[in-house]
Every structure is written in C-alpha cells, then in structure tokens.
C-alpha cells in the first residue's frame, strides 16, 4: 500500500510547546502532502513537499523529508489551542496519477 | 479566497435509495476528485475526473457509484442503491493541474451520508 502512516496517533501539549508528527510511507512518491481536520469538518491543506525536496517552511510550519527512509515529519512551532485538531500526511505515488493517499492522522490536542 | 463547496451537508437515506452529492470545484481547477470517510477510518479515494471523463477509480467506486459534470460549475457524485456501508463524509476536492507536476488539493467541507 501507498498510504502514510502517521504517528503518534495522538498528541498532547501545552500551548507554546512545539508538535511534532511523523508519517512514514512504503513506495516512491511523486509529492506528500500535510492536512488539518477539525472535527467533523473538511480538510484544510497545510503544505506540499516534492521528492526532490528535504525540507520546506510555512510560518509555523515546518516539513522535512527523506526519501531514503521514506518518511516525513510536521513541526509546528509554538503551538496554539487553534492547532488543536487530527493530522494527516497524503502521497502521490510516481505513477502520473495525482490520487491521494491518506493517513491514519495525528491528533493533536493544545492545552492552553 | 475561492473554496470548494459541497451540498448538502448532511443527507440521511433509506437503503436502496439513490443519492447524489454536488460540489463547486474552485472555478479555474480542472481536475475532480472523490473521496470518502468513514467514521474514524482513513479517508479513502474514489474517483478522479478531467475533461468530463474518469481519469482514475479505486476498488471501491464500483457499479453503484457514478460522477458527472452537468454545466460548467457542479460535480456530482450519484450513488445508485444505498447500502449502509456506505454512510460515510464524502468530500469533493479539486485541482489546478495533474501528472508529475505536484499539484494542490483543495477540499470541500464534506457531505456527510447516513445510510438508514
């Protein structure tokens, strides 16, 4: 199977901490891509990471990648009670197709 | 800033009914996309679309499920005969572009089907 896996499945911190999720995959991918859910509501794309790329910021935000143990990790810095919410990591597999392939998220949990 | 939206937001059917869920994809995108989750489960793939054909299906978009582009804005998805396996968050995503170039998904906020 393509899809990520992400760990922990859960996170617990307290606001100003920093987060940190892996997510590990088992074929050679195209791009992985990092989401955020809320609960019960839609996902909100976060930040996009190519093959040919090792580490890539947004904000608070930090992903790195290594192909070579394909996996991926998201950093957020500073965390806030508005993080609170589940992770997830979603590979493009090189095939030419653009299927995502999803994770079984992290849930992250803020405590102000 | 332009989003995808979907409708309804929460549909309940009888088994056996047939259901069809719309989504907006944001107005320059030209790729499609299905997904589903089940409640606490991964969400799973469906279906990929472009130039008003099925690029891409998985395992689980089978006989009973089908996708259209009516005009120039709705893409549904029509779920023939309901079964509750089927209840689930479905989400409509959309994209500027395909292939090797790496390409954003933008999501909807979900339908979310009750099978009864």
């Known amino acids: 199977s393509q899809q990520g896996e992400e760990d922990p499945q859960a996170l617990s911190i307290q606001e100003g901490e920093n987060a940190t999720m892996n997510c590990s995959y088992k074929?050679?991918?195209?791009?992985l891509q990092w989401y955020r859910q809320n609960s019960g509501r839609g996902l909100v794309h976060l930040i996009l990471?190519?093959?040919?790329?090792r580490e890539k910021h947004s904000g608070r935000l930090r992903v790195t990648l290594d192909t070579s143990k394909k996996s991926s990790s998201l950093l957020i810095t500073a965390s806030r009670a508005a993080d609170t919410a589940s992770y997830f990591c979603?590979?493009?597999?090189?095939?030419?197709?653009?299927?995502?392939?999803f994770g079984t998220g992290t849930r992250l949990t803020v405590i102000p | 800033e332009p989003e995808v939206t979907q409708t309804p937001s929460h549909q309940v059917t009888q088994m056996g009914q047939e259901v069809i869920l719309r989504c907006v994809p944001i107005?320059?995108?030209?790729?499609f996309y299905w997904y589903r989750q089940i409640l606490g489960q991964k969400v799973e793939f469906l279906v990929s679309f472009y130039n008003n054909e099925i690029s891409e299906k998985s395992e689980i978009f089978d006989d009973q499920f089908s996708v259209e582009r009516p005009d120039g804005s709705n893409f549904t998805l029509k779920i023939r005969s309901t079964k509750l396996e089927d209840s689930a968050m479905y989400f409509c995503?959309?994209?500027?572009?395909w292939g090797q170039g790496a390409h954003e998904q933008y999501f909807g906020p979900g339908t979310r089907l009750t099978v009864t």
């Open positions: 995503a959309s994209s500027e572009e």
């Open positions: 990471i190519r093959s040919n790329e």
């Open positions: 107005s320059n995108h030209l790729y």
């Open positions: 979603a590979t493009v597999y090189q095939t030419g197709a653009n299927n995502l392939f």
């Open positions: 074929t050679s991918i195209n791009n």
